[in-house]
């Protein structure tokens, strides 16, 4: 069984986004719907409607950026509750059995994890994104939000902020230590204020990656550059 819910949907790859519907699954057992109350525009939603990395099926919705309120949940989830604020980033599946995953790294799942939209779900359908009225998600892949937080402020921490956030952790840059960003599009700018919550502001943004690297006596070997 399946329930249509509204959303925004591309139909085409060189088509605008519209008004649409999509098909959610019923709730299972360890599924949790959410309400989608916010989700946050990604530069890989233009990506992957416009088809860059691979033929997409349409209609679809993407967004991978999801602030919202659990709906309802399925009989055996466990630590969330209908009415609680939650999110859902770029993961909503993985086989959960692989060496990565048993570790908590689901984002290297040896089968591939699962998109939030566009990719094959478990069932065999197609994952559809936030960009609708609400979302089906294993409970696994569901995050609680502190209730301090606003949903237009933390949706674009589930994609841009991690992504930055991650690799400042991973490497201990704590106070101290100084860090170069490359650029100041969405996820430059989370990874400065990252950097600022890490207790220093010695950083550095290069905005002009090709000058950059001409002045460090670098060069670009693409046709596409100037010599």
């Given at each position: 069984m399946t329930r249509t819910v509204a959303a925004i949907?591309?139909?085409?790859?060189?088509?605008?986004?519209?008004p649409g519907v999509v098909e959610r699954?019923?709730?299972?057992?360890?599924?949790?719907?959410?309400?989608?109350?916010w989700a946050g525009i990604c530069h890989s939603d233009i990506h992957t409607v416009r088809g860059d990395w691979g033929a997409q099926t349409y209609p679809l919705a993407v967004?991978?950026?999801?602030?919202?309120v659990v709906a309802e949940v399925g009989a055996q989830v466990e630590g969330?509750?209908?009415?609680?604020?939650?999110?859902?980033?770029?993961?909503?599946?993985?086989c959960r059995d692989c060496a990565n995953c048993r570790?908590?790294?689901?984002?290297?799942?040896?089968?591939?994890?699962?998109?939030?939209?566009?990719?094959?779900?478990?069932?065999?359908?197609?994952?559809?994104?936030?960009?609708?009225a609400s979302i089906v998600v294993d409970e696994h892949f569901v995050l609680s939000l502190p209730d301090v937080l606003p949903f237009e402020k933390v949706a674009p921490l589930l994609c841009a902020g991690?992504?930055?956030?991650?690799p400042l952790r991973r490497w201990g840059a704590g106070p101290g230590v100084r860090v170069a960003v490359v650029g100041m599009g969405g996820l430059g700018h989370m990874a400065v204020k990252a950097r600022g919550r890490h207790g220093s502001r010695r950083h550095r943004a290069v905005t002009d990656v090709l000058e950059a690297?001409?002045?460090a006596g670098l060069w670009c070997r693409r046709p596409s550059c100037d010599e």
């Open positions: 949907v591309a139909r085409t790859p060189d088509g605008p986004l519209e699954r019923e709730v299972g057992p360890r599924d949790v719907r959410i309400d989608v109350v967004g991978h950026e999801i602030a919202g969330l509750a209908v009415g609680q604020r939650v999110g859902v980033g770029c993961m909503v599946g993985s570790a908590g790294r689901e984002q290297y799942c040896e089968r591939g994890f699962t998109d939030t939209y566009g990719a094959r779900d478990a069932d065999g359908t197609i994952t559809q994104g936030g960009y609708t991690i992504t930055t956030y991650s690297g001409r002045r």
